[in-house]
Structures are given as structure tokens and as C-alpha cells.
């Protein structure tokens, strides 16, 4: 079938993908869209793969301050200071900062949780499973893919975007480095709250981060 300029400009609008891409993307995919972005995206993983190992020692440290109650300062390396320079950078360590501030990550990945804190959270799971009275041939996936809902609250890139749920951190991280030709890592953050560890009634901050993006 034909595929239309309008097709290949929507593509290219929602993805960032060259238009070359994404005119051979719709045609793979017989011109749906949905399921362009999808293959785009898949591509942008393996191009991502291949440029991960590379050293990033440049970049941008950014703070946000929501409401003057939560603060967050955030730390996104990218290879070369021409990138750290660029609007499209800066925007995506400013959506990482607002995303710490709602959804208040302990840790970047999974590789950062330490093992006697995933042994515990483990060993509660499978206490769970058990007084759930689960089969014993089904507890294990079980409490793996408990495991995996652990991750999702306590690792940033395991969690859903806020500006778009329907994708993790990580593969928007993934698209921006396969978009920008540049390795970009997320090295570390710092979160502070009003109040934390104290008493204090109950708030929504992570709602009032939300509709600030317009989410």
C-alpha cells in the first residue's frame, strides 16, 4: 500500500524518528501507526544497546522545587556538552527531576537496590503467597512478578512516565539516547520533603506534580 506524507509526518511527530525511518517503518507495517511505533521503538532499544557502554562524563545537574515543599537536585550524564546544551536535554533531566518529586524513586535501577533489601522484600512476598494459600507450583512466579511491582515503586527507570504511563522511564530514556546518537544515563538524585519522617497529615504530592505537567 502507499504510505502518505501526512503518515510519515505524524509518525515522525510522535516518535522523533528520521522520516526515512519512519516511511520504512510503515511500510513494514503495512501503515499502521500504532504498531510503527511500536517496531521504532523496538529499533531504538538495539541502536540504545549499542551506544550504553560508551562514557558519559558530561551533562547537566537540575533542580526542581515543587510548591516549596519537595525539592528534588538530579544528575543526567550525556557524552559531550554540545548535547547537555541542547532544549530537547534539558527538557528530558527536567521531566526526570518532576518525576522524582511524584513518584519519589529510592534508587535509579534495579542493579542499585542492594541484595539484603531484595532478599527481605522477597522474603515477605513469599509469606504473603503463602498465607494467600497459593499452589506451590504457581508461588514462585507469583512472587516474582510481585518482585517486579517492588521494582516498579522503588526504581526510577522501572517506572511509568508520568507524562505518558503507557511507557516505563527506561524506554523513554532508550528512545532519547537511540533519537540523540549519544549515550544518556541517569546517574543519581536526591529528594528532600517537608516534614519527612515526621507526623504529618496526609497530601497528594504526587497529584500536584501530575497536573503541573498537565497529565
Avoid: W
Amino acid at each position: 500500500m502507499g504510505i502518505s506524507a501526512a503518515q510519515i509526518k505524524e509518525l515522525r511527530e510522535r516518535t522523533g524518528a528520521g522520516m526515512l525511518d519512519c516511511k520504512n517503518a510503515l511500510v513494514e507495517t503495512n501503515g499502521d501507526l500504532e504498531k510503527a511505533i511500536v517496531l521504532l521503538r523496538e529499533k531504538g532499544l538495539s541502536q540504545a544497546a549499542k551506544k550504553s557502554g560508551r562514557i558519559a562524563a558530561e551533562g547537566l545537574v537540575d533542580a526542581y522545587i515543587h510548591g516549596g515543599r519537595i525539592g528534588v537536585l538530579i544528575e543526567v550524564n550525556s557524552e559531550t556538552d554540545f548535547v547537555a546544551k541542547t532544549d530537547e536535554f534539558k527538557e528530558f533531566v527536567r521531566d526526570m527531576a518532576m518525576q522524582v518529586a511524584a513518584s519519589n524513586p529510592k534508587y535509579v535501577s534495579i542493579e542499585d537496590v542492594p541484595e539484603e533489601e531484595v532478599e527481605k522484600e522477597r522474603e515477605i512476598l513469599i509469606h504473603q503467597v503463602v498465607n494467600e494459600g497459593k499452589p506451590e507450583h504457581v508461588a514462585s512466579k507469583i512472587v516474582e512478578g510481585r518482585l517486579g511491582k517492588f521494582y516498579e515503586q522503588v526504581c526510577l527507570l522501572e517506572q511509568p512516565f508520568i507524562r505518558e504511563p503507557s511507557i516505563k522511564v527506561k524506554d523513554l530514556l532508550n528512545e532519547k539516547i537511540a533519537k540523540i546518537g549519544e549515550n544518556i544515563k541517569i546517574r543519581r538524585f536526591v529528594r528532600y520533603e517537608v516534614g519527612e519522617g515526621l507526623e504529618k497529615r496526609e497530601e497528594n504530592f504526587a497529584e500536584e506534580v501530575a497536573k503541573q505537567m498537565n497529565v
